[in-house]
DNA sequence: GCCAACGTTGGC
DNA sequence: GCCAACGTTGGC
């Protein structure tokens, strides 16, 4: 019997890597998370076919402009053993490698994104704990409910 | 560009 | 182990 199916939230600058990025390519390492929180998430929590909502942070609007999905089990993140990476980590070895990251694949883009100010508007159905609206939260790797998932999507085509 | 909030580093 | 200093995230 297969685990049932999880779900998450990656944010992505635009100007690093956007959703038409991910839709080009298909397949993705997500490489560069350096927090440890959000690889916890990406090393213990994912498993493949989990489905992901896709965030831009620091653009014009943020918020969510598409659906992805978990296509790898963690591996070591290849940057951290790249001296001319802007995420090489001194620290890392390949015996004892730091930093783990999962595949990504382009499912779909919204028909329109879902502004953060609409999803703030939400909050109280959300709930206060949800990582994406809680206060001074930063993490780029987070969960959601799929209660929480149904209720994000359905304000897909709302005004 | 500003800055609040948070995580990490390193001296002690 | 404490905590000040520093760097980063990310909305505005």
Do not use: C
Not at 64 to 86: C, E, L, M, N, W
Request: charged letters at 25%; hydrophobic letters at 40%; zero cysteines.
């Amino acid at each position: 019997m297969s685990p049932r199916k999880r779900y998450w939230l990656m944010k992505s600058e635009p100007e690093d890597f956007s959703i038409d990025d991910l839709a080009r390519v298909g397949t993705e390492p997500w490489t560069g998370v350096r927090n440890y929180q959000a690889r916890n998430f990406m090393r213990d929590g994912m498993r493949v076919d989990d489905e992901v909502l896709f965030y831009h942070s620091n653009a014009d609007v943020p918020g969510i402009y598409g659906i992805a999905r978990v296509a790898s089990t963690a591996y070591p993140d290849p940057t951290q053993f790249q001296a001319r990476s802007k995420y090489f980590d001194a620290k890392a070895t390949q015996e004892t490698p730091r930093w783990f990251l999962v595949d990504v694949a382009f499912v779909r883009k919204l028909d329109a994104p879902i502004p953060l100010s609409r999803i703030r508007a939400h909050s109280a159905e959300l709930g206060e704990e949800f990582a994406l609206i809680r206060k001074g939260a930063r993490l780029s790797v987070l969960p959601v409910t799929s209660a929480q998932w149904k209720l994000l999507l359905s304000l897909e085509n709302a005004r």
